[in-house]
C-alpha cells in the first residue's frame, strides 16, 4: 500500500460547536475564518468549513479534515492555534465542544450539520447501494468460496465483516468524495 493510500485511510473529520457572544457574532465568524486561514498553512489540512447557526445564538460549526490524527494533533499543539483560542474567549462562550468523525459516521461527513445542509436521504441511500452492490458481489464472488467449508454463521459472519470494513475504509470514503455534488446539490434559493 503506497503513503497515499493510507493518508486517505488514516483521514480524520473534527466539528468544533461553540456560540458566539450576544453582539460578538460578526468578530467570532472573522476569527474562524482566520482559522481556517491559518490551518491551510499546516502539513495535512484537507479543507474544512465553516456553518453559521440557523437561529441566532446556537452555535457556530467548524468542520474541519486532516490526512491524518497525528497532522491534526499537531496543529492542535501549534501556538497559532492557541493564541486564536485565547483571543476567541472574548468574543465567544465557554470552550468548544469538539466531535471527531471516522469510520461509517463519516460516509456523508458533516454529520452534525442543520438538516437542511444534509444530503437528501434517497441520494445517500442511492450511494450507499452504489457501493453495497458491487463490493457484495465481488465478496460473494471472490471470498465465499474459500469460506464454504466454515459453518454458515461464521462463512456469513466472516463475510459481512469484510464488506463492513472494505465499505468503511475503502469504498465509501472514495465514493462519496468522487458523488459530493450528486449528494449535495446545490439548492436554490
Same mark, same amino acid.
Given at each position: 500500500?503506497?503513503?497515499? @493510500?493510507?493518508?486517505?485511510?488514516?483521514?480524520?473529520?473534527?466539528? &468544533?460547536?461553540?456560540?458566539?457572544?450576544? !453582539?460578538? /457574532?460578526?468578530?467570532?465568524? &472573522?476569527?474562524?475564518?482566520?482559522?481556517?486561514?491559518?490551518?491551510?498553512?499546516?502539513? !495535512?489540512?484537507?479543507? !474544512?468549513?465553516?456553518?453559521?447557526?440557523?437561529? #441566532?445564538?446556537?452555535?457556530?460549526?467548524?468542520?474541519?479534515?486532516?490526512?491524518?490524527? #497525528?497532522?491534526?494533533?499537531?496543529?492542535? &499543539?501549534?501556538? /497559532?492555534?492557541?493564541?486564536?483560542?485565547?483571543?476567541?474567549?472574548?468574543?465567544? /462562550?465557554?470552550?468548544? &465542544? *469538539?466531535?471527531?468523525?471516522?469510520?461509517?459516521?463519516?460516509?456523508?461527513? %458533516?454529520?452534525?450539520?442543520?438538516? @437542511?445542509?444534509?444530503? %437528501?436521504?434517497?441520494?445517500?441511500?442511492?450511494? @450507499?447501494?452504489? !457501493?453495497? *452492490?458491487?463490493?457484495?458481489?465481488?465478496?460473494?464472488? $471472490?471470498? $465465499?468460496?474459500?469460506?464454504? %467449508?466454515?459453518?454458515?454463521?461464521?462463512?456469513?459472519?466472516?463475510?459481512?465483516?469484510?464488506?463492513?470494513? @472494505?465499505?468503511?475504509?475503502?469504498?465509501?470514503?472514495?465514493?462519496?468524495?468522487?458523488?459530493?455534488?450528486?449528494?449535495?446539490?446545490?439548492?436554490?434559493?
Amino acid at each position: 500500500m503506497n503513503a497515499r @493510500t493510507d493518508d486517505t485511510l488514516a483521514r480524520v473529520t473534527r466539528i &468544533a460547536r461553540r456560540r458566539a457572544r450576544p !453582539g460578538c /457574532e460578526a468578530e467570532y465568524e &472573522a476569527m474562524l475564518r482566520e482559522m481556517l486561514t491559518r490551518m491551510r498553512a499546516h502539513k !495535512g489540512f484537507l479543507g !474544512g468549513d465553516m456553518i453559521p447557526p440557523e437561529v #441566532a445564538g446556537e452555535p457556530h460549526q467548524l468542520v474541519v479534515r486532516f490526512a491524518s490524527e #497525528a497532522e491534526l494533533q499537531a496543529w492542535d &499543539a501549534s501556538e /497559532e492555534r492557541r493564541a486564536l483560542l485565547e483571543r476567541m474567549k472574548d468574543v465567544a /462562550e465557554g470552550e468548544p &465542544a *469538539f466531535r471527531e468523525l471516522s469510520g461509517l459516521e463519516a460516509w456523508f461527513e %458533516p454529520a452534525v450539520v442543520p438538516a @437542511t445542509l444534509h444530503p %437528501p436521504r434517497a441520494r445517500m441511500a442511492f450511494v @450507499t447501494w452504489l !457501493g453495497i *452492490f458491487p463490493t457484495v458481489s465481488l465478496f460473494i464472488w $471472490l471470498v $465465499l468460496p474459500w469460506l464454504e %467449508p466454515l459453518p454458515f454463521l461464521l462463512r456469513i459472519a466472516l463475510l459481512t465483516g469484510l464488506i463492513v470494513i @472494505t465499505m468503511t475504509w475503502v469504498v465509501m470514503p472514495r465514493l462519496t468524495r468522487l458523488m459530493r455534488a450528486f449528494l449535495n446539490p446545490v439548492r436554490k434559493v
